[in-house]
């Protein structure tokens, strides 16, 4: 794709952060980037910010790329940016039905594009292969490597492969793209149907400014739920999203009409405190703005799942049949 007479060229640079939202944080093209982890804040483009290549492009059976996915996101945001506008310049809301549909779309798609659920879903995969292949044991490593080679291998050459598969540090187990697409898919379907259901309040700032997280969709845990059982879609006492640098929508559980939110420099300052603890390498804001006064920056979060047990808890040389 991309190389034949009449088609388009095949987009390469994706963003993570779609330039629409980024757009909403700049000054024309520019806007300022603050990395986590201790780095100095830069001004920089637009264009060259949460850019990655290749990153939503599935491959064909014939193992061309396809930015069909791309190109999807892209539509999806031409049509979210109207609805913004109306927003922002013309002062809609609450938005009508076909507008909210948009809207949510775009929203319940910056919750499951983002890098952080491709790693969560890639370190959750790692961990099951990875327990799968110590709990079968030498027995299963023999079976694959038979059933991969058609014949009979030797005690020798199962004992190298459970020694360098048992390595589990040395490797990690990826999702293909294409798998994390369908997931993609599967996972902003959820979000969508959540995000609609529930109640949608409007905040709205004359002077107090707003930051943009590389990971711009925030989950508000209910403070009365214990820290154990984590914060979803499903039990988060509110879903925050910035929209523009003076606006931002607040999710909360249904129960009435969407509305607007009273505005004040403590909301604006809670706000940012929240989008900032969601970034996980940079965040973003305009050259203007100072929205980060007060607020002490999160670490960079390399890490998105945790394991009460590891695949070293489950190594059975003999397989599952030792154990019984």
């Not at 790693?119 to 490597?145: C, S, V, W």
């Not at 529930?198 to 905040?203: D, E, F, I, P, V």
């Amino acid at each position: 794709m991309g190389k034949n007479p009449g088609k388009q060229k095949l987009k390469r640079r994706h963003h993570t952060v779609p330039r629409l939202l980024l757009r909403r944080f700049a000054d024309g093209e520019r806007l300022v980037r603050v990395p986590l982890g201790g780095g100095e804040p830069r001004t920089v483009g637009v264009g060259d910010v949460t850019v990655r290549r290749d990153f939503y492009s599935m491959r064909t059976e014939d193992g061309q790329l396809d930015d069909t996915v791309e190109n999807l996101l892209s539509e999806l945001e031409d049509q979210a940016a109207r609805v913004i506008r109306k927003i922002i310049k013309d002062g809609l809301w609450p938005l009508p039905v076909d507008d909210r549909a948009i809207l949510g779309q775009w929203i319940a798609a910056q919750h499951v594009r983002i890098p952080a659920v491709r790693r969560a879903n890639n370190e959750i995969f790692d961990q099951f292969t990875k327990i799968m292949i110590a709990a079968g044991g030498k027995p299963e490593m023999r079976r694959l490597l038979e059933e991969h080679s058609g014949e009979p291998v030797a005690d020798e050459e199962v004992d190298a492969m459970w020694q360098e598969m048992t390595d589990f540090a040395s490797y990690e187990a990826e999702l293909s793209v294409n798998d994390q697409m369908l997931m993609m898919g599967r996972s902003m379907e959820t979000a969508y149907n959540a995000m609609m259901n529930r109640s949608w309040g409007l905040c709205r700032f004359e002077r107090k400014a707003l930051l943009l997280s590389d990971h711009p969709v925030t989950l508000m845990r209910d403070p009365r739920q214990p820290e154990w059982r984590g914060v979803g879609l499903a039990n988060a006492a509110a879903i925050l999203v910035p929209i523009d640098r003076r606006a931002a929508i607040i999710m909360e559980p249904p129960g009435v009409a969407d509305h607007k939110l009273p505005a004040s420099a403590k909301v604006a300052r809670e706000l940012n405190h929240r989008f900032a603890w969601n970034s996980r390498v940079e965040l973003f804001h305009h050259p203007d703005d100072n929205p980060l006064a007060g607020i002490e920056l999160p670490p960079v979060k390399s890490t998105e799942a945790e394991f009460s047990q590891t695949a070293e808890d489950f190594v059975r040389p003999e397989g599952l049949a030792e154990t019984t």
